[in-house]
């Protein structure tokens, strides 16, 4: 069974790397393996239930909201260098 | 420091009205294009810019008009520094080229002549001045050009040079310790200067990435995560690797304690000066850097942890808040 913190680095792949999103998608338990993860029918089930325009829908903003995260840290946190 | 009121600070008020009246006898022409440069720098990222000749001054007990000399020459001489900086990294428009080239020629003039009041032509002020205006040139050279060495084979000079682009600031430093005869203290401080740069260059490159790598400027920060040479058809992949090091790596962690570590022995060399308000500075940064990185960890963290719940119908953990900005 695939554990909290191996289903956040499965998620996480899978919304910055879109080669790795279509393999989860089209393979869970092999896309899982490239993870050190071992899914079990409830997760698999899971996954077949997603919608491959909706987690592209995600990924996008995902990235953008990481990318703007570290300059917005630095600008809000960082003053007078 | 994070609370200087800048624009309304009485002190830096009165020296840009200084700067100002000074560029309107030299050539009035410049003086609209003067005003809009003094307003780009009176923030808070250029504290040191303003206030460390001050801080110095008072720190060594000079008087106040030496140490309005001092700071009004640091002014100027960064002032110019900065255009000359834009220049090259080409972040002036080409109607303004004009205009920016004089300003800094007058700016120039200006601050070699608040020197020569200051130094006589064989005060040891000048080999610094040399010294410190050669860092900044061969670093500026540089700058927008991949170094030789891959970040992860950073040596400490390699570092150090990173923050050369920064050396006018130490003029001002020697200036000080000079005035008030300490010529012993120029090496500590001004070393202490350099490691505080690297810090402060990091932490640059760390915010820029984004915009570097969209514009095809090298960045350290990409290079810490990606360590493949940048080279523009591979954009891609680097931003990738940025972003992985952000959501499924170590946040970037190793880098930030780099710029901490850069910053503790800026504050350890610095202890030969006994100069307070710079220190407050020093481990200001500290404290801001290390609270930067940590948020950014917990941050990416929570996202990732909230997205998982929701795609797995897991039960919601704890999930501490986003920044508004950032949905």
């Known amino acids: ?73 630095i600008s809000h946190f960082g003053r007078g260098w | 420091m994070n609370e200087t009121p800048f624009l309304s600070d009485p002190e830096i008020l009165v020296l840009k009205e200084h700067v100002c009246a000074a560029l309107e006898r030299f050539s009035p022409q410049l003086l609209e294009a003067g005003r809009r440069l003094l307003d780009r720098l009176a923030t808070p990222n250029w504290t040191l810019e303003w206030y460390l000749p001050r801080w110095l001054g008072e720190a060594f007990g000079l008087s106040p008009d030496l140490i309005r000399d001092l700071v009004l020459s640091n002014v100027y001489g960064l002032s110019c520094i900065r255009l000359q900086d834009d220049l090259v990294d080409g972040e002036v428009d080409r109607a303004s080229w004009e205009s920016a080239i004089l300003l800094a020629s007058a700016l120039h003039h200006l601050w070699l002549s608040g020197y020569v009041q200051l130094f006589a032509g064989t005060s040891p002020f000048w080999g610094y001045f040399e010294q410190f205006m050669g860092q900044w040139l061969r670093a500026t050279w540089r700058s927008n050009r991949p170094p030789a060495v891959d970040f992860r084979s950073y040596e400490e000079e390699d570092f150090l040079r990173l923050a050369e682009r ?32 690297v810090g402060a ?24 995560a990606s360590p493949q040479p940048q080279e523009p058809d591979r954009r891609e992949s680097y931003r990738q690797a940025v972003l992985e090091e952000i959501c499924l790596g170590q946040a970037a962690r190793p880098y930030f304690d780099r710029i901490q570590r850069h910053v503790r022995i800026a504050l350890e060399k610095a202890e030969a000066v006994d100069c307070p308000a710079l220190r407050q500075h020093m481990q200001s940064f500290e404290n801001q850097v290390v609270t930067i990185r940590d948020r950014l960890a917990e941050e990416a963290r929570a996202w990732l942890r909230m ?17 508004e900005e950032g949905r």
Not at chain 2, 307 to 323: K, N, R
């Open chain 1, 1 to 73: 069974m695939a554990s909290r913190e191996q289903l956040e680095r499965l998620v996480g792949q899978a919304l910055l790397d879109v080669g790795f999103r279509r393999r989860l998608l089209g393979d869970p338990q092999g896309a899982a393996k490239e993870v050190g993860a071992h899914l079990t029918e409830g997760q698999l089930d899971r996954i077949r239930q997603w919608d491959a325009k909706a987690l592209d829908a995600l990924a996008g903003p995902f990235e953008d909201w990481l990318a703007w995260l570290i300059q917005w840290l």
């Open chain 2, 166 to 197: 920064g050396a006018p600031l130490k003029v001002c430093c020697a200036g000080a310790c000079l005035l008030a005869g300490r010529e012993e203290l120029i090496l500590p401080l001004t070393s202490a200067m350099d490691h505080f740069l």
């Open chain 2, 201 to 224: 260059v990091l932490l640059d490159q760390a915010k820029d990435w984004a915009d570097d790598l969209e514009a095809g400027r090298y960045n350290v920060f990409v290079a810490y």
């Open chain 2, 307 to 323: 997205a998982t719940e929701q795609l797995f119908g897991l039960s919601p953990a704890e999930v501490p808040a986003i920044p």
